[in-house]
Each structure stands twice: as C-alpha cells, then as structure tokens.
C-alpha cells in the first residue's frame, strides 16, 4: 500500500495528493492518458478522474482535449517543475528512509 500525502490546496479546500501529481507529470510526459496509465500501472479511468479532481482543486484546467489529444496549459507547464522537484524529494525521503 502507498501512502498517500495530502497538500492543500487552493480551491474550495479539497487536498491534492502526492498520486495525483505523480499521474500529472505522467501524462505531462506522455501526453496521453492512455499511455501515461499504462506508463503507471493504473486504468485509464483512474487517470481521468485524478486529473479531473486535481483540475478542480487547483481551480484551473491543465490540459485542452482537441482532438482527442491533450495539450498541457500554460498552467501546467508552470506547475511542472514545481511537481516534478516534490516528486524527487519525496524519493529521496522515501530512499533515506529505507537505508535508516
């Protein structure tokens, strides 16, 4: 079981977690749901529902769907550094935390 990290966030007091930046960054990278989902080991549906929840949280979208593709926001192009420097402190937590 992972444990999951709660942030706040900015809109109407729903958490973000960890997970729904982790899938972010995935779909960032592949710039596609079905692949990040495969990419992370999860359902497609997964994929949209965290992105969808994380959207509202954050009270702003981070992808346009055109064409049955997605193109990230200036939004999420702005968040992307940001989620990916958590990502890797939270590795190295997580790192330091197994050699303890």
Request: proline share 7%; aromatic share 4%.
């Amino acid at each position: 079981i992972k444990p999951v990290v709660i942030l706040p966030c900015v809109r109407m007091g729903r958490p973000m977690n960890v997970r729904q930046l982790e899938i972010f960054q995935a779909v960032m990278r592949h710039r596609s749901v079905t692949d990040a989902a495969r990419a992370l080991g999860v359902s497609q549906p997964a994929v949209t529902k965290s992105l969808r929840l994380l959207e509202e949280g954050l009270g702003f979208p981070l992808f346009r769907r055109v064409g049955g593709r997605l193109f990230p926001s200036a939004e999420a192009e702005i968040l992307l550094p940001d989620a990916a420097r958590l990502a890797d402190d939270l590795r190295t937590v997580a790192e330091l935390a197994r050699r303890l």
